[in-house]
């Protein structure tokens, strides 16, 4: 097999949620024990962190890879979906996972594959879990695909549990309350094992402290412990003064990932750190700082807030659910733009009423449809987007928007590019 027969084979043999949605989404673990059970249950040869939530659980995870390795550990990172390369998903120390060990994962376990019949997402944890099993890492920040509960990735046993914000996303599957929907998320925290929440929020909090009550779990709500003020910030990062009991706890600390959000993920990150430092593990305070001031060269992050282009200003983001947007649009008025080029696309299994009402009307959209079968038809879209007072054009493929909005945007302009996560993935210099 060459690599690309490797992925061609595993598009068309297992059902991939990020290209058909819904019907690829197992509800029920069984199909990664099976898996893990015949690889030799690899989950259980390492240390882990794992990390559930909305928004903001892929940057956190990003920022304590990026710390853990700092402080020399052999860190494991998996995440999903990928931008650009399936091997971004699995990474060691930031170096993505070899294509010649994907190749021989797969030719070796074929006929696992074929009587198991996992989706695409239990294959790739699986194989994710092994390779860190055989290359023996410290630790791995294991990133929830989706949920919690019945996430393949949740039958690890982690050092520490991480739930970022809870919000209004895959409502057919998770719920349509923050309640439900937390529920789903609170599904990672195990007997015993800490579990830091990075925000304190009404409806989900009684979630929280009843899941870890039953199974006897310490909690910490990490905006309880350290408080942040804002420094300063750019496009490229952000400055901020660390207070933990109303004391200076870290001063003028610096991460190179911009965007207001940011600002709810970095306390669940510290007390992560916090907890992991009480276990035993070395986390100077200088990797901690280094860590977090260099993240994105550290693990390879894309996509967050990215500055593109200086002249129009160019930016993308692949924030895709209401608080998402929400955060988008507040940091693109804080720009105080001249005018904004929004090109934006979504997937076809959301309610995207809630997202077109909070896009102001002054903008100009050139919308847009992913190479996925999940995308919305662009006609479609252009629709709803002129029902809801929204004024632009629709273009076939998101190549073709984004070569429009350049064309028609002035130097001292600002062009977003978002609104899926796979409509970032088709930026060609990204």
Not at 200 to 222: D, N, R, W
Not at 297 to 310: C, H
Not at 402 to 414: F, G, L, Q, R, Y
Request: aromatic content about 8%; glycine content about 8%; charged content about 20%.
């Amino acid at each position: 097999m060459t690599y690309q027969e490797c992925l061609d084979y595993l598009y068309q043999q297992l059902p991939m949620f990020q290209r058909i949605g819904n019907a690829a989404f197992k509800k029920s673990l069984d199909n990664i024990i099976a898996l893990c059970d015949a690889l030799g249950q690899p989950q259980l040869k390492f240390k882990s962190i794992h990390v559930a939530g909305t928004n903001g659980k892929g940057s956190s995870s990003h920022m304590l890879a990026s710390v853990l390795q700092q402080a020399g550990y052999k860190t494991g990172l998996y995440t999903s979906p990928h931008l650009k390369s399936f091997t971004e998903r699995v990474r060691i120390n930031g170096q993505e996972l070899p294509q010649d060990y994907l190749i021989a994962f797969v030719e070796k376990h074929k006929g696992l594959f074929e009587s198991i019949r996992p989706s695409f997402f239990e294959m790739t944890v699986a194989l994710a879990f092994k390779y860190f099993a055989d290359e023996r890492v410290d630790i791995a920040v294991i990133e929830v695909g989706l949920g919690g509960r019945l996430d393949s990735t949740n039958i690890i046993t982690p050092e520490v549990s991480l739930i970022t914000n809870i919000g209004f996303d895959h409502q057919s599957m998770l719920g349509d309350t923050i309640g439900a929907i937390a529920s789903e998320k609170a599904g990672i925290i195990k007997p015993g094992v800490p579990a830091v929440i990075s925000t304190k929020q009404a409806e989900a909090q009684e979630v929280f402290v009843a899941k870890a009550a039953q199974v006897a779990a310490p909690l910490y709500f990490a905006q309880d412990n350290f408080r942040l003020v804002l420094k300063e910030g750019n496009l490229e990062g952000q400055v901020f003064q660390v207070y933990k009991e109303d004391t200076l706890y870290l001063q003028d600390l610096e991460i190179d990932l911009a965007g207001h959000y940011q600002l709810y993920n970095l306390p669940g990150v510290l007390q992560v750190i916090e907890l992991l430092q009480e276990k035993g593990y070395t986390i100077p305070e200088s990797a901690l700082r280094s860590g977090l001031a260099h993240t994105k060269a550290t693990t390879g992050l894309k996509g967050r807030w990215q500055v593109l282009q200086q002249s129009p200003l160019t930016i993308c983001d692949t924030g895709h659910n209401i608080d998402g947007i929400r955060q988008i649009i507040s940091q693109l008025e804080a720009l105080q733009p001249k005018r904004v080029h929004l090109v934006f696309g979504v997937v076809n299994d959301k309610d995207i009423a809630p997202v077109l009402k909070l896009l102001p009307k002054n903008y100009v959209y050139y919308f847009c449809q992913a190479a996925i079968p999940r995308a919305l038809p662009v006609n479609e879209l252009y629709e709803k987007a002129v029902a809801a007072g929204l004024a632009g054009e629709a273009y076939a493929t998101v190549a073709e928007a984004i070569t429009a909005a350049k064309a028609n945007a002035a130097p001292d302009e600002v062009i977003f590019i978002g609104g899926s996560t796979f409509v970032v993935a088709e930026i060609e210099d990204l």
